[in-house]
């Protein structure tokens, strides 16, 4: 008989964005791991209505909390706004195109001990498209982030990631709110930002692209788009790109460019 698992300390928290199909999937696989949170809670930046009409009808049947708003305000504002609701001490934020793998409730046992256990922790993540580049040994499972100053690979940025992890709910408290009213790659790189200049810590999942899986169906790709220039596999291109991130990056830490936020 499957084991049933049960978060009471944990939010599960969605940002959503006219995708009912892929938050829909992504709540049945909750369903079928037998995993239950506390509360779940799922952020909608304004989708379209045939979307919100859905969200309602699974509401039938889930229990989640919808939070919306009546125009589309960005990836900042959804976070935001779906943070402010969690009323549990740890968030485990995923956005609705991924779904979990069956050993994922043990590992999320094993981090909501650990993040309990050592006060230090800020974030243990569970997914990332790159290895981060600077790890050392913590147990079978995870690796602790360091990151070394004026370190060659402008990667170490990735320290933070908003791809699925648990984080201590008052997360804000320490790193500040995700920026409003920009592209949603400014908004993540800002954190990622906030993250170093406030001394961050945390885990990462080292088989991290088999606890979770990005599902983007033809019937609904991914939402983001991003310039030619930055994901153009050009050898040129690749070349400025590297030292223009590695620059950029060094001088937004050590420069303070960035308010903090």
Known sequence: ?????????????????????????????????????????????????????????????????????SVNKGLGNNINKGQDAVTTPYTLYVQEDFEPAPEFPDRLAESVSLIKERPDLDIIRFYAYLRYPYLKPFNNYFSEMYFPAWATNYNKLHYYSDHPHLRRSSFFERFGRYVEGIKSDQTEYRMCVSFIQNKGKGLFYNDYQNLFYQKNSEAEPSTVSRQNWSTSTNPALSFIRFFYRQIKFNYDIYGKRLRKI
């Open 1 to 69: 008989m499957q084991q049933n698992y049960h978060f009471p300390e944990v939010t599960l928290l969605i940002t959503h964005y006219n995708r009912s199909s892929s938050l829909e999937n992504l709540l049945r696989s909750y369903q079928r791991l037998k995993c239950q949170f506390g509360d779940i809670v799922v952020s909608d930046d304004s989708s379209a209505d045939v979307h919100i009409d859905y969200l309602k009808k699974l509401q039938k049947e889930f229990p989640f909390r919808l939070i919306t708003t």
